[in-house]
């Protein structure tokens, strides 16, 4: 096999699963036919489709967030950052519902966008890919309580 195009195309977690997942229900409506794929082709999709859905992977939210239009709308309401292409796909696989998490996926983020800008960013993501389950009461038990210093305490063992 001759590879014409090296890296033509980066697809995103969400796009590949969806192929994988299209691909499964094709073959269920071709299981008439005796061709056989490689003998681990079964092995390697059950382990792809466990890592696309187990924590801490956006995918993992039942139900599944992502729609097929979610990505060129979170293409068109980023398009006024002028975000680079990898960025966008870290974004998209990664769904940051925090400043810190953005500032891991866009580089130089503090010296390219303001914080107004960088929380259009944040309520962008939000609104086009959704929150994850813990995000959508907006904090988690101990800090919603008001009782940092108790969770503290509990983590360290004091």
Not at 18 to 44: C, F, M, S, Y
Not at 76 to 105: C, Q, W
């Amino acid at each position: 096999m001759k590879v014409i195009e090296s890296q033509s195309a980066v697809l995103t977690n969400y796009e590949v699963y969806q192929h994988v997942i299209d691909q499964r229900a094709a073959k269920e409506n071709r299981k008439k036919e005796n061709r056989r794929g490689p003998p681990n082709l079964e092995t390697a999709i059950r382990e792809l489709l466990k890592y696309l859905t187990t924590e801490p992977s956006p995918l993992s939210q039942k139900p599944i967030t992502y729609t097929p239009d979610c990505i060129p709308r979170l293409l068109e309401r980023l398009s006024p950052y002028d975000l680079p292409k990898g960025e966008v796909v870290m974004i998209l696989n990664l769904r940051p519902v925090s400043i810190p998490a953005l500032n891991t996926v866009i580089e130089d983020m503090g010296e390219r966008f303001t914080e107004e800008q960088q929380e259009d960013i944040l309520n962008s993501i939000a609104e086009v890919l959704g929150q994850p389950p813990s995000a959508e009461g907006g904090q988690n038990g101990a800090e919603a309580s008001g009782d940092e210093d108790e969770a503290m305490k509990d983590v360290n063992g004091s």
